[in-house]
Structures are given as structure tokens and as C-alpha cells.
């Protein structure tokens, strides 16, 4: 029972860093505006957390060291603290976006001002955090995010065409012309972006040391990164092809998470709507509490100082000072008017450009035997390891003047 509650750290993460908001606005969107061409993202994206997600978790079990550990000793001091600011200020600016999205569902479901919601909603998150230990925490938000399974319920019973699904595993080059060409790329680097979100990293290796796994847990370390992201992936997929039947025929380019909500519904009517929009609430509600803490997280592991969800707040003052700060300056952001979706924008193109500094350092220790020991990398390891870093330092480069050429994905 144990181990199989342990495999809510998985899910939590998959499900609040894989379809977090932006994950599930803009995998829609790729939809409505490529068909099932981008289906190939999915399984790219998927394969390169999982290798990472599991090498984090075994340097946090082998070597002691969580994420931002790793970073300060690899990239040295200086670099290291342009990746802290630049990891928390995603972070921050992902926790705004997610309380903000939060807000449009309880009031689409209550009707209450969205303003009212989102201060209440971040009073009870940070209750929440403050009062539950990390095992509650984690399950209790990933148990919760399993009703997002009625979005993949839709999409298969609204009967897609699954040879046309399986011809979008494989890229293709497209000969709509430049301004589509762009637009294809933006939303590529994109998917592929939001699959691979820092912060999950950050929150997974974190947690290993929180459960006090050892190397007794290196199977289940393997199991919980695979499955979690495996459950993500194929959530990600559905959304693709909700996208692709539900708004790509009517020639609808869905810029509300309103919208979006109601195509994981459309096929079985109001109460499906409601366990939709649940789902998207947990998944949501699991992205801003795991962006909060990786950014406590990140500081005190950067500066070496206490930290730990399940220590007493008083004997890790600077980790729940941070916290505190992240979901504080996440509501202030969120509170000026500006768009979640407009956060988000900004939140997958950024996270993109900072990506090549997490994952490098986390390669480079997990290949080292000197101190992985037995548990280093295999040279297939380290090679695919290399062939995705390789990728993403591409995507990097890509992503920004992306995001200019193309208006952030405008159509």
C-alpha cells in the first residue's frame, strides 16, 4: 500500500507540470490550428522528462543532493544564481497563472467574483501547505487530479480517426508557407516546453529526499517517473484531439480556459462539465502549490540552508518565509489584470529559453561515477540524455525569437 501510495509524487507531478493551464489552453490550441500534426511533441516531450525525472530522483537518493544543489556545485556560483532567479521567477510568474486560472473555475462554477475567489483560494493553499505534511500534500492533490481522466473519456468517444492520430507521431514539413511554418514551430517548441517545466524537476527531486527514499527505492523511483509522466502524456494526447474534433471543424481558436473546459464535457453533458472543470481545478490547484515550494526549495538548497515541507516551520524559517513569498507575490501578479493566459504565454516560452540550465547540471552528475557510484548513468543513458539536452538547447535558441514572429502564437 505504501509504495502504491508513493506513486501519487508521480502523479501530482505529471499531472500539475504536464496539464498544468498552459498545458491544457495551448496543447487545444495546436489542435485547432494543426490537426493531430504535433502528436509527435507528446511523445518527445514524454520520453525526455521520464529520463530526467528519473535521473533527479536518483541523484536526490544517491548522492543527497536535490536540483539546485546539483546546479550551484556544476555551473558554479555566479551562473548558479542567474538559474536561481531565473527558475523563480518562472515559478513565480507560473503560480500567478494557475491562481488566476483557479479563480475562473470556481467562478464558473459559483459565480463569485474572480477577485474574491483568488484571495480566497490563495489563503487556503497556503493553509493548506502550512498545516499538511509533504505525503498528504502530494496525495491528496494527485489523487484529486485523476478526475481529469473524463477529458480522455471525451476524446475517445467522439471517435477520432486513430490512423490519422498514429501519422502525427511522425514530424512532417509542412508547405503552408512561412507565417504557418512559424506558427507550427511556436506551438512544437511550445508543447514540448510545457512537458518539460523546470519546476517539475525541482518539486520531484525535492520530494525523493522529503520521503527519505534510499536506494531500496530506486525501482520505485523509476516506476513513479515513468507512470506519472506516462498518466500526463496521455492526458496531453486527449486534449490534442479534443482540440482537433471539437474546435479545428468549426475553425475555433480557443482562448478561454472556459472554453476549453467545456470540450472535455461535450460529449456527456452538465455533469461532465462539472468533473471536468474539477479536474482542471486539481490539476491547477497541484501546479501552484509545486510552484510555490520549488521555489523555497530552490533558494535553501542553493544557499545550503534548512529546508523541508515535513520539518516544524520554525526550525526552517527562510524555506516558509519563501513559500509564504511565492504564493504573495504570485496573488499581487495575479491580482493587476493581467490574463492567466497571458502569464502562461510568457511562462512556457520563458521556462524554454532558462531549460538548458537545469538539465545539463542534472546530466552531467547523474554520468558521474565518482559520485553515483554503481548507480551512474548507463552509456545508453548518458547518450540519450545528451541527444534530448541536444534537443532542448535547440528549442532554447528557438523559442524566444519564436514567440516574437509569431505574436505568441497568434493565427
Given at each position: 500500500?505504501?509504495?502504491?501510495?508513493?506513486?501519487?509524487?508521480?502523479?501530482?507531478?505529471?499531472?500539475g507540470?504536464?496539464?498544468?493551464?498552459?498545458q491544457?489552453v495551448?496543447?487545444?490550441?495546436a489542435?485547432?490550428?494543426?490537426?493531430?500534426?504535433?502528436?509527435?511533441?507528446?511523445?518527445?516531450?514524454?520520453?525526455?522528462?521520464?529520463?530526467?525525472?528519473?535521473?533527479?530522483?536518483?541523484?536526490?537518493?544517491?548522492?543527497?543532493?536535490?536540483?539546485?544543489?546539483?546546479?550551484?556545485?556544476?555551473?558554479g556560483?555566479?551562473l548558479?544564481?542567474v538559474?536561481?532567479?531565473?527558475?523563480?521567477?518562472?515559478?513565480?510568474?507560473?503560480?500567478?497563472?494557475?491562481?488566476?486560472?483557479?479563480?475562473i473555475?470556481?467562478?464558473?462554477?459559483?459565480?463569485?467574483?474572480?477577485?474574491?475567489?483568488?484571495?480566497?483560494?490563495?489563503?487556503?493553499?497556503?493553509?493548506?501547505?502550512?498545516?499538511?505534511?509533504?505525503?498528504?500534500?502530494?496525495?491528496?492533490?494527485?489523487?484529486?487530479?485523476?478526475?481529469?481522466i473524463?477529458?480522455?473519456?471525451?476524446?475517445?468517444?467522439l471517435?477520432?480517426?486513430?490512423?490519422?492520430?498514429?501519422?502525427?507521431?511522425?514530424?512532417?514539413?509542412?508547405?503552408?508557407g512561412?507565417?504557418?511554418?512559424?506558427?507550427?514551430?511556436?506551438?512544437?517548441?511550445?508543447?514540448?516546453?510545457?512537458?518539460?517545466?523546470?519546476?517539475?524537476?525541482?518539486?520531484?527531486s525535492?520530494?525523493?529526499?522529503?520521503?527519505?527514499?534510499t536506494?531500496?527505492?530506486?525501482?520505485?523511483?523509476?516506476?513513479?517517473?515513468?507512470?506519472?509522466?506516462?498518466?500526463?502524456?496521455?492526458?496531453?494526447?486527449?486534449?490534442?484531439?479534443?482540440?482537433?474534433?471539437?474546435f479545428?471543424?468549426?475553425?475555433?481558436?480557443?482562448?478561454?480556459?472556459?472554453?476549453?473546459?467545456?470540450?472535455?464535457?461535450?460529449?456527456?453533458?452538465?455533469?461532465?462539465l462539472v468533473?471536468?472543470?474539477?479536474?482542471t481545478?486539481?490539476?491547477?490547484?497541484?501546479?501552484a502549490?509545486e510552484?510555490?515550494?520549488?521555489?523555497?526549495?530552490?533558494?535553501?538548497?542553493?544557499f545550503n540552508?534548512?529546508?523541508?515541507?515535513?520539518?516544524?516551520?520554525?526550525?526552517?524559517?527562510?524555506?516558509?518565509?519563501?513559500?509564504?513569498?511565492?504564493?504573495?507575490?504570485?496573488?499581487?501578479?495575479?491580482?493587476?489584470?493581467?490574463?492567466?493566459?497571458?502569464?502562461?504565454?510568457?511562462?512556457i516560452?520563458?521556462?524554454?529559453?532558462?531549460?538548458?540550465?537545469?538539465?545539463?547540471p542534472?546530466?552531467?552528475?547523474?554520468?558521474?561515477?565518482?559520485?553515483?557510484?554503481?548507480?551512474?548513468n548507463?552509456?545508453?543513458?548518458?547518450?540519450?540524455?545528451?541527444?534530448?539536452?541536444?534537443?532542448?538547447?535547440?528549442?532554447?535558441?528557438?523559442?524566444?525569437?519564436?514567440?516574437?514572429?509569431?505574436?505568441?502564437?497568434?493565427?
Open positions: 500500500m505504501n509504495k502504491l501510495l508513493g506513486i501519487t509524487l508521480g502523479i501530482m507531478t505529471a499531472l507540470g504536464f496539464v498544468d493551464l498552459g491544457i495551448f496543447t487545444m490550441q489542435g485547432a490550428l494543426f490537426g493531430y500534426q504535433l502528436m509527435w511533441t507528446v511523445v518527445l516531450g514524454t520520453a525526455a522528462i521520464i529520463v530526467y525525472m528519473e535521473m533527479c530522483g536518483r541523484i536526490a537518493v544517491v548522492a543527497k543532493e536535490p536540483v539546485f544543489a546539483v546546479v550551484r556545485n556544476r555551473l556560483f555566479r548558479g544564481v538559474t536561481l532567479i531565473a527558475s523563480n521567477l518562472l515559478n513565480v510568474i507560473t503560480c500567478a497563472a494557475e491562481l488566476g486560472g483557479i479563480a473555475v470556481l467562478h464558473l462554477l459559483t459565480g463569485w467574483p474572480e477577485k474574491i475567489l483568488l484571495i480566497v483560494t490563495t489563503v487556503v493553499f497556503a493553509a493548506i501547505v502550512f498545516l499538511f505534511r509533504f505525503q498528504w500534500i502530494e496525495r491528496t492533490f494527485g489523487l484529486w487530479g485523476l478526475v481529469m473524463v477529458f480522455a473519456v471525451s476524446a475517445v468517444a471517435h477520432p480517426d486513430w490512423s490519422q492520430v498514429a501519422r502525427g507521431l511522425v514530424p512532417a514539413i509542412s508547405h503552408a512561412t507565417k504557418q511554418n512559424l506558427l507550427y514551430a511556436y506551438f512544437a517548441v511550445g508543447m514540448f516546453s510545457a512537458l518539460l517545466m523546470e519546476y517539475e524537476v525541482h518539486f520531484y525535492s520530494g525523493a529526499m522529503e520521503e527519505d527514499w536506494v531500496k527505492d530506486l525501482g520505485e523511483n523509476f516506476m513513479v517517473a515513468s507512470l506519472g509522466s506516462i498518466l500526463g502524456a496521455v492526458l496531453t494526447a486527449a486534449l490534442l484531439v479534443l482540440g482537433v474534433l471539437v479545428l471543424p468549426r475553425g475555433i481558436f480557443p482562448e478561454m480556459l472556459s472554453t476549453t473546459a467545456m470540450a472535455g464535457a461535450l460529449s456527456f453533458g452538465r455533469k461532465a468533473l471536468a472543470l474539477l479536474g481545478m486539481a490539476c491547477l490547484a497541484g501546479a502549490i510552484t510555490a515550494l520549488s521555489g523555497a526549495y530552490n533558494l535553501c538548497q542553493f540552508l534548512a529546508w523541508g515541507k515535513n520539518r516544524p516551520p520554525k526550525s526552517v524559517p527562510v524555506y516558509t518565509a519563501m513559500w509564504l513569498g511565492m504564493f504573495t507575490v504570485a496573488l499581487l501578479i495575479a491580482s493587476t489584470g493581467l490574463r492567466p493566459l497571458q502569464l502562461v504565454d510568457i511562462s516560452i520563458f521556462g524554454m529559453a532558462i531549460m538548458p540550465l537545469t538539465y545539463y542534472i546530466l552531467r552528475v547523474a554520468a558521474d561515477k565518482n559520485v553515483m557510484g554503481k548507480h551512474v548507463s552509456r545508453a543513458d548518458t547518450i540519450v540524455g545528451m541527444l534530448f539536452l541536444a534537443i532542448i538547447a535547440v528549442a532554447a535558441v528557438a523559442a524566444i525569437p519564436l514567440m516574437i514572429v509569431t505574436h505568441s502564437g497568434r493565427p
